[in-house]
C-alpha cells in the first residue's frame, strides 16, 4: 500500500520568507513522487515531480523538493514567498494510481 | 486553448436525480481519469480509462457509471444522487498507458455538484 502524509494543514508565512511544505510517504516500491498546486476554484497544476533521477527537483513558480530516501520525505520548499504563491498544496505517490495526502493550505501575509 | 475542459462547472440538484458531467481533452492523451474532491479537499481517484477501456475502479457505488465514446471524451453519469454525493469531480488525462508511471495528469477546472 502505499500513501503520503501532509504535516500541517495550514501554514501561514510572511510575503519575502522561506515556505516549507512538509510530505512524507510510505511506499513498497521505488516512489514516483508529484506536488499539485491548487488556486482556488481551479483544478490542479503540476508543481514538480520525483521521478528516481536527481534527488533535487526543481519546479515552477521557482518551487523545489528533495526526494529523502532515508527519511522517507520529499518536502517542498520556496526561498521567498509571493503573495500569488496563496493556494492549497497537494503532495502524491504513483503506484497504480496517483494517492494525494490530505493537502496544506498556504497563507501569505503581506 | 483549454487542455481538459468539464462541463457544466456547477451542478445543483434534488436527490433522487440523475445528472452527467462531461469531460473533453485536446491533448491527445491516451488515459483519463475522474477524482472526487470532498469538502476537506481531499481527492480521491474514482475511475480511470486508456483509450476507453476501463483499468481503474475504485470502490465507488454503481451508481456511478463511467461512459467512453473515444479517448478524448469521458463522461460520468450519476443516477439517483444522494446527498453525500456533493463534492467537486475533477477530470484529469495524461499521455500514457496508466498505471505505475511519471506521466503528469493534466486536471479539468472542476464541477461542482450540489445535491439538495
Known amino acids: 500500500a502505499q500513501s503520503v502524509t501532509q504535516l500541517g494543514s495550514h501554514v501561514s508565512v510572511s510575503e519575502g520568507a522561506l515556505v516549507l511544505l512538509r510530505c512524507n510517504y510510505s511506499?513498497?516500491?521505488?516512489?514516483?513522487l508529484f506536488w499539485y498546486v491548487q488556486y482556488p476554484n481551479q483544478g490542479l497544476q503540476l508543481l514538480l515531480k520525483?521521478?528516481?533521477?536527481?534527488?533535487l527537483v526543481k519546479g515552477i513558480n521557482g518551487f523545489e523538493a528533495e526526494f529523502k530516501k532515508s527519511e522517507t520525505s520529499f518536502h517542498l520548499t520556496k526561498p521567498s514567498a509571493h503573495m500569488s504563491d496563496a493556494a492549497e498544496y497537494f503532495c502524491?505517490?504513483?503506484?497504480?494510481?496517483?494517492?494525494f495526502g490530505t493537502g496544506t493550505r498556504l497563507t501569505i501575509i503581506p | 486553448d483549454t487542455a481538459v475542459s468539464q462541463t457544466p462547472k456547477y451542478l445543483v440538484t434534488q436527490m433522487g436525480n440523475d445528472k452527467s458531467i462531461k469531460c473533453e481533452q485536446n491533448?491527445?492523451?491516451?488515459?483519463m481519469y475522474w477524482y472526487k474532491q470532498d469538502s476537506k479537499k481531499f481527492l480521491k481517484i474514482m475511475f480511470s480509462?486508456?483509450?476507453?477501456?476501463?483499468?481503474i475502479n475504485e470502490t465507488v457505488p454503481n451508481r456511478f457509471s463511467p461512459k467512453s465514446p473515444d479517448k478524448a471524451h469521458l463522461n460520468l453519469h450519476i443516477n439517483s444522487l444522494e446527498l453525500g454525493d456533493s463534492a467537486v469531480y475533477f477530470c484529469?488525462?495524461?499521455?500514457?498507458?496508466?498505471?505505475?508511471?511519471?506521466?503528469?495528469?493534466?486536471f479539468g477546472p472542476g464541477t461542482r455538484l450540489t445535491v439538495l
Open positions: 484529469a488525462s495524461s499521455q500514457g498507458p496508466g498505471g505505475r508511471s511519471t506521466d503528469t495528469q493534466y
Open positions: 511506499s513498497s516500491v521505488p516512489p514516483y
Open positions: 520525483y521521478t528516481s533521477a536527481a534527488t
Open positions: 502524491a505517490v504513483m503506484n497504480e494510481k496517483l494517492t
Open positions: 491533448l491527445g492523451h491516451d488515459t
Open positions: 480509462y486508456n483509450n476507453k477501456e476501463l483499468i
